[in-house]
T-cell receptor, first 117, second 110 residues
Framework: DSGVTQTPKHLITATGQRVTLRCSPR?????VYWYQQSLDQGLQFLIQ???????AKGNILERFSAQQFPDLHSELNLSSLELGDSALYFC????????????????FGPGTRLLVL | LAKTTQPISMDSYEGQEVNITCSHN???????ITWYQQFPSQGPRFIIQ???TKVTNEVASLFIPADRKSSTLSLPRVSLSDTAVYYC???????????FGAGTRLFVKA
């Protein structure tokens, strides 16, 4: 158990719909990362938040958005869903201590499996 | 960001030592090398991390030559349960915009 929780575990929805995935980081971790993994594909970095602010952006579609709340949990919003959005969505967290040279180990949650029909 | 290159797949037998090499020719001075393991339908799990020379923990060793343009993950005496995908990552101290490569799919046979 990594200490990162994600809900829901599974999500089935239809094209054109909108869903929200939720992530709670490990206690004390300030950074949250979101990844997408399609069937038999590698992990695609989507976005990173640090202490409530967007820190880095990867290959995230405009239909997707995320935020990190004051309690540090994060939500990934996926809208106008398409068949190709079906994938495993992982959240990871890490302790980011700026200016100390501490490098970050990311701890991954169990993922949310999204199926768009 | 430094790009990494790993073999797509490797086969081994139980009890053997497995070495997976990762190339990262344009690694930057501040970059660390990290390896993750991923089982099907699970999130990646941290294995080991290093900056230079050799690092060892209870599950693996990481060898990094002086030029740091490559690294080798060594798994001693693998078992069937080590069948997984192994990812090599190179990222800076902020861990920003982490790029996972395609990984190496290790298949351990009895």
């Amino acid at each position: 158990d990594s200490g990162v929780t994600q809900t829901p575990k599974h999500l089935i929805t239809a094209t054109g719909q909108r869903v929200t995935l939720r992530c709670s980081p490990r206690s004390g971790d300030l950074s949250v990362y979101w990844y997408q993994q399609s069937l038999d594909q590698g992990l695609q970095f989507l976005i990173q938040y640090y202490n409530g602010e967007e820190r880095a952006k990867g290959n995230i579609l405009e239909r997707f958005s995320a935020q990190q709340f004051p309690d540090l949990h994060s939500e990934l919003n996926l809208s106008s869903l398409e068949l190709g959005d079906s994938a495993l969505y992982f959240c990871a967290s890490s302790l980011t201590v700026e200016g100390t040279g501490v490098t970050e180990t990311q701890y991954f949650g169990p993922g949310t499996r999204l199926l768009v029909l | 960001l430094a790009k990494t290159t790993q073999p797509i797949s490797m086969d081994s037998y139980e009890g053997q030592e497995v070495n997976i090499t990762c190339s990262h020719n344009n690694i930057a001075t501040n970059d660390y090398i990290t390896w993750y393991q991923q089982f099907p339908s699970q999130g990646p799990r941290f294995i080991i991390q290093g900056y230079k020379t050799k690092v060892t923990n209870e599950v693996a060793s990481l060898f990094i030559p002086a030029d740091r343009k490559s690294s080798t993950l060594s798994l001693p005496r693998v078992s069937l349960s080590d069948t997984a995908v192994y990812y090599c990552l190179v990222c800076d101290t902020g861990g920003f915009k982490t790029i996972f490569g395609a990984g190496t799919r290790l298949f351990v046979k009895a």
